[in-house]
């Protein structure tokens, strides 16, 4: 068996100042808030000199995207996990909704104080999730939990439904309570959801 290629010094630094970057926009973003924040405020919260934040980021927003991309690698081992434990198409799509919305909850702190809450839709690690959203509708329709759908437009729709509700939950909105609106949509279209007073 082959040996793992060890990881040089110079990448072990590179991957620490990243880190180090990274760590210190966030707290900056959340005290002052990401209109007021500057690069230099980023700079000035870690022990790195400004030549070196411009090695790994061009912008505050880079910054913040690469938080944001962080945030999507995180988050898409539990979706599958979730979504590959179903049994029933129900399943299938609360429990994606739910740790979706779940997940959003514990980076609330996080993005409160950006005004650019966004995810941007076209980065690798957002796409990654995309594809393997579309992969697993595939394998559901293959085991017969999903109907023998478009794939592709499905996976849009689920993706869809859940950045936007997910803007609700950062805002308060109930996890449960989105996860299981999200899923009645699916399941039985606009007659299936609750009525409101």
């Known amino acids: ?3 793992e290629p060890k990881t040089s010094r110079r990448e072990l630094t590179k991957a620490q100042n990243r880190e180090v ?3 210190a926009a966030r707290r900056v973003f959340a005290e002052i808030g990401f209109a007021k924040a500057t690069v230099r405020d980023v700079i000035r919260a870690t022990p790195l000199a400004s030549g070196t934040f411009y090695n790994y980021f061009k912008s505050k927003e880079e910054v913040y995207q690469a938080l944001r991309d962080d945030m999507a690698l995180a988050m898409r081992p539990a979706l599958r996990e979730a979504r590959l434990a ?7 799509l609360a429990s994606g909704f739910r740790t979706f919305f779940a997940f959003t909850v514990t980076q609330r702190e996080e993005t409160a104080a950006v005004e650019t ?4 839709m076209d980065s690798p690690e957002v796409l990654a999730g995309f594809a393997e959203l579309k992969a697993d509708i595939e394998a559901a329709i293959a085991h017969g939990l999903l109907p023998a759908v478009d794939s592709g437009l499905l996976m849009g729709c689920i993706a869809g ?3 936007e509700l997910g803007e609700q939950v950062k ?5 449960e309570r989105a996860s299981q609106f999200a899923t009645a949509l699916f399941l039985g279209g ?4 609750p009525k409101t007073a």
């Open 1 to 3: 068996m082959a040996a």
């Open 21 to 23: 970057i990274l760590a």
């Open 86 to 92: 179903s049994d029933t198409a129900e399943e299938f």
């Open 117 to 120: 809450s966004r995810f941007r």
């Open 161 to 163: 439904v859940a950045f």
């Open 171 to 175: 805002a308060g909105a109930d996890v």
């Open 190 to 193: 606009l007659n299936a959801l």
